[in-house]
């Protein structure tokens, strides 16, 4: 069934609707936190690719979820004067890196669990 639409109206709509929601308030805290991800991730002494894109993912999810309670929390430091733009993105970047640096102690404390119960276990 034709709509009547063009390939290229189709294009433009949908370009269109990615440049909304990427300007919107979700996009720019996906995007602060994928950078804080990033930055994150390019501070470890091994860049590899695959964990790279998984702590941009990390740092999107963690700044739209975590994002709203860091930027309450800023809020009411007095030591912290910032315009609400700058507040936000600050608040989701900075989220963006603690989810990734939370996530990692996470998963060394895991880690480190699973190799004493295998240690014991063994001897």
Same mark, same amino acid.
């Given at each position: 069934?034709?709509?009547?639409n063009?390939?290229?109206?189709?294009?433009?709509?949908?370009?269109?609707?990615?440049?909304?929601?990427?300007?919107?308030?979700?996009?720019?805290?996906?995007?602060? @936190?994928?950078?804080? @991800?990033?930055?994150?991730?390019?501070?470890?002494?091994?860049?590899?690719?695959?964990?790279?894109?998984?702590?941009?993912?990390?740092g999107?999810?963690?700044?739209?979820?975590? @994002?709203?309670?860091?930027?309450?929390?800023m809020?009411?430091?007095?030591?912290?004067?910032?315009?609400?733009?700058?507040?936000? @993105?600050?608040a989701?970047?900075?989220?963006?890196?603690?989810?990734?640096?939370?996530?990692?102690?996470?998963?060394?404390?895991?880690?480190?669990?699973?190799?004493?119960?295998?240690?014991?276990?063994?001897?």
């Open positions: 069934m034709d709509n009547g063009s390939l290229f109206d189709t294009i433009l709509i949908s370009g269109s609707a990615l440049a909304g929601w990427l300007f919107g308030e979700t996009g720019r805290a996906m995007t602060a @936190g994928a950078a804080g @991800g990033l930055i994150r991730h390019l501070m470890d002494e091994k860049f590899h690719l695959v964990r790279g894109l998984l702590a941009v993912l990390t999107s999810i963690c700044a739209t979820y975590f @994002g709203p309670a860091a930027i309450r929390f809020e009411q430091n007095p030591f912290y004067p910032i315009d609400s733009a700058g507040l936000e @993105g600050s989701y970047f900075a989220v963006g890196i603690l989810g990734m640096s939370s996530g990692k102690f996470v998963l060394a404390v895991f880690n480190a669990t699973l190799r004493r119960v295998d240690s014991r276990k063994e001897g």
